[in-house]
């Protein structure tokens, strides 16, 4: 075993079939819900496009409800990930760069954007990483088998 390697008994989780699509769902979990929150009060999130900024407002929210919800679903459904998975990234940066622009805040504000602006920097990176892993799958003989280093084995 490996120095770096994972124990045993974590490797036998990672590598449980369902592991992997239940973590694809749940990185997108949150743009299913807001792209479907979106598209059941358009107004309302025409509203949200315009209060940030982003004019027109319809046609920030009618593209953020496409990205968020065709982007979720080619993530979860392992094709084309990478243009799901970018689209998803190119959102979440537009969307850090307006909603959470924390060096335009002071005291608490301040506080919770940058926050916020850190974590959707983290949920880029995870969409980043399952689309090495997606394309690296793409790659072998058996398009079906997730890499090796998504199954916890050296490579």
Do not use: C
């Amino acid at each position: 075993m490996q120095a770096s390697a994972a124990p045993g008994w974590i490797s036998t989780i990672l590598r449980w079939p369902l592991l992997w699509h239940a973590a694809r769902l749940a990185l997108v979990s949150a743009y299913i819900l807001g792209g479907f929150a979106k598209l059941l009060d358009f107004a309302g999130a025409v509203a949200e496009q315009e209060h940030f900024g982003l004019y027109p407002g319809w046609l920030w929210a009618a593209a953020a409800i496409v990205v968020e919800l065709g982007g979720s679903l080619l993530v979860v459904m392992n094709r084309l990930v990478w243009l799901g998975a970018g689209g998803l990234g190119v959102l979440t940066f537009v969307a850090m760069l307006t909603a959470n622009a924390f060096w335009t805040m002071g005291g608490h504000e301040r506080f919770m954007a940058t926050n916020a602006f850190f974590e959707h920097l983290g949920l880029i990176a995870g969409l980043v990483i399952v689309s090495i892993l997606s394309d690296e799958a793409s790659l072998r003989p058996n398009r079906t088998a997730r890499p090796q280093a998504a199954q916890g084995m050296p490579q």
